[in-house]
């Protein structure tokens, strides 16, 4: 059954989505249905990859800096073929599922997060079944819609899709009875969410909307970044640090210690990037708009967030490991029973 603890996850994921909202609207008034909209993206973003960045290397700088690095360099040839390599439609529609693969292992952390450690450690340990079958389920809908949306796809393609998505979804379903009977936890908050909603949404979608798709994708990426801030809000709320660090260093990582620390580090972030969209948009000098463009541009926004979404899949040093399951161990532990 269903715990306060999943619930809890369902409220922060509400509240996190009714944010969202407040932010996007106005900016989809301003910009319309646009690539301009991707600014927003970048606006928003922006001082969230900085704290990821920084959350990474906060525990051993001179240890983790190596590993990430060399991610980094490989999240740079992920965004050299994703700008020079795959047609435009392609490009878009993996950049997406990439995307969205960060965004629901998020989620999953987040509703484990709480539900198994009450916020204490990080961590991403559902049966497998639900970790990855959730994933490729959504991918499977996102991958419909975006066949109907770009049209030209075939009968036998479409239909086979259709076949592997009432499959995997019988398996979900299967797994998800299996698992309750046994009183073992799964991840009731994000099945409901993000499977029972999000699902049927992404079909819709496909199959009803007309015109391009900036518009949802840069309000997927404001969900993202809020949702991973009402995590660490209530996370900090409940378990406080106070690193003894001097010098540069407690500069540096010295939000990590409370709320009002960490939202006056956001805050401070969150004025640079202001400062940079006002510059790129309003700046009578082109020089400078241009340069502020790096970091707030929407031609810019892609290549930023393939190099995050690469190195977040870095694992989690210490507070607990966050870590992709296998696709190689899917079906073994399905068969096995341990899914």
Not at 310 to 315: A, G, H, I
């Given at each position: 059954m269903a715990s306060n603890q999943n619930f809890e996850y369902v409220i922060n994921t509400t509240f996190a989505f009714l944010i969202s909202l407040l932010i996007w609207l106005p900016f989809l008034l301003l910009f319309g249905n646009s690539l301009l909209l991707w600014s927003v993206f970048m606006l928003v973003g922006g001082p969230h990859f900085v704290l990821g960045?920084?959350?990474?290397?906060?525990?051993?700088?001179?240890?983790l800096i190596g590993p990430f690095l060399t991610v980094a360099v490989f999240g740079g040839f992920l965004a050299l073929i994703f700008y020079r390599v795959l047609p435009d439609y392609l490009a878009y529609f993996l950049f997406l599922a990439y995307f969205m693969i960060h965004l629901l292992s998020n989620e999953q952390m987040f509703e484990s997060s709480i539900v198994k450690s009450d916020y204490r450690s990080w961590q991403n340990s559902w049966p497998r079944v639900f970790s990855w079958g959730s994933i490729a389920l959504i991918l499977i809908a996102l991958t419909i819609s975006a066949l109907r949306l770009f049209g030209g796809s075939s009968s036998l393609i479409l239909g086979s899709l259709w076949m592997l998505l009432l499959i995997l979804g019988g398996a979900l379903i299967y797994k998800y009875f299996e698992q309750t009977g046994n009183?073992?936890?799964?991840?009731?908050?994000?099945?409901?969410?993000?499977?029972?909603?999000?699902?049927?949404?992404?079909?819709?979608?496909?199959?009803f909307w007309n015109g391009l798709v900036f518009a949802p994708t840069v309000l997927l990426a404001i969900f993202h970044i809020v949702s991973w801030y009402v995590f660490y809000t209530r996370r900090l709320a409940k378990f406080p640090k106070n690193d003894e660090q001097v010098g540069l260093a407690k500069f540096i990582f010295y939000w990590r210690g409370n709320i009002k620390r960490f939202y006056f580090f956001v805050a401070i972030l969150q004025a640079i990037w202001l400062g940079l969209f006002l510059l790129y948009f309003y700046s009578p000098v082109a020089y400078i708009a241009n340069s502020a463009g790096i970091l707030i541009s929407p031609l810019w926004a892609p290549f930023w967030t393939i190099m995050h979404v690469?190195?977040?899949?870095?694992?989690k040093p210490a507070g607990g490991k966050f870590t992709l399951p296998s696709?190689?161990?899917v079906r073994t532990a399905f068969r096995s029973g341990q899914a």
């Open positions: 960045i920084l959350g990474y290397l906060a525990t051993d700088t001179r240890k009183g073992q936890k799964i991840p009731h908050g994000f099945m409901v969410i993000f499977v029972l909603l999000l699902v049927p949404v992404i079909l819709f979608f496909g199959y690469t190195t977040s899949f870095l694992p696709f190689s161990l």
